[in-house]
């Protein structure tokens, strides 16, 4: 089975903080993504790779990088949180030349 | 801008009442039509992928179909446990990311 894990469920954080998001594969995919998830705004994409050390843009960037230095593994980074990053965030995961995307479980961010 | 919309927003069914949830897209450049379910708290699972239009797929209770210009995710006298919301996607580029439609939520109930 496809497995996807986040490195936390629930996470409080402080405004100004920097927070960090991790997601493992074990699939060997080469396609990883971070999507942030809010009531009425439905999933919305901020960040995704095709290969290690690679990242491109996605709709919602802003307040947001990423590293991936190991194919399994795609850390999302809040630079310093607000208030309005409180979300749900969702990490997927892909093989190359497939669109299939299988996501973690999730990790529920509130900044206060 | 590839759009993929969904319909009703929110559905209630008595448990045994079959119905169908909608998926509209736009139509030009789509590689591909996803079907996604999440419960409460949790990530979506992947349930279906569809390609061409005609094209059907099916689990359990559940049918996917997908037209020219939409897809249909049927489910056949749903249980209690069918309760969720799903959600479809769109990709328009190879290996490109999914748009996905705001989801239905759909209540069963026994």
């Known amino acids: 089975d496809v497995k996807v894990t986040q490195s936390s469920r629930y996470l409080v954080k402080r405004t100004g903080e920097k927070v960090f998001l991790e997601c493992v594969q074990d699939m060997d995919h080469e396609n990883m993504f971070w999507y942030r998830q809010d009531p009425g705004l439905g999933l919305r994409l901020i960040y995704f790779s095709y290969d290690v050390k690679m990242k491109e843009k996605g709709d919602i960037p802003e307040g947001y990088s990423v590293s991936r230095e190991k194919k399994e593994r795609f850390s999302l980074i809040l630079e310093s949180a607000s208030t309005n990053q409180t979300s749900m965030y969702l990490c997927?995961?892909?093989?190359?030349?497939?669109?299939?995307?299988?996501f973690g479980p999730g990790t529920r961010l509130l900044v206060l | 801008e590839d759009q993929v919309t969904q319909s009703p927003e929110a559905l209630r069914l008595q448990e045994g009442e079959s119905s169908s949830l909608n998926c509209s897209y736009t139509v030009s450049g789509l590689r591909g039509l996803f079907w996604y379910r999440q419960d409460p708290g949790k990530g979506p699972e992947f349930l279906f992928t569809l390609y061409s239009a005609g094209e059907e797929k099916e689990k359990e209770r559940l049918k996917a179909t997908l037209t020219k210009k939409e897809s249909f995710l049927h489910i056949t006298a749903p249980k209690p446990e069918d309760s969720a919301t799903y959600l479809c996607?769109?990709?328009?580029?190879?290996?490109?990311?999914?748009?996905f439609g705001q989801g239905t939520e759909l209540s069963v109930k026994p």
């Open positions: 997927a995961n892909s093989g190359r030349g497939t669109e299939t995307q299988y």
């Open positions: 996607a769109g990709v328009y580029n190879q290996g490109g990311k999914l748009i």
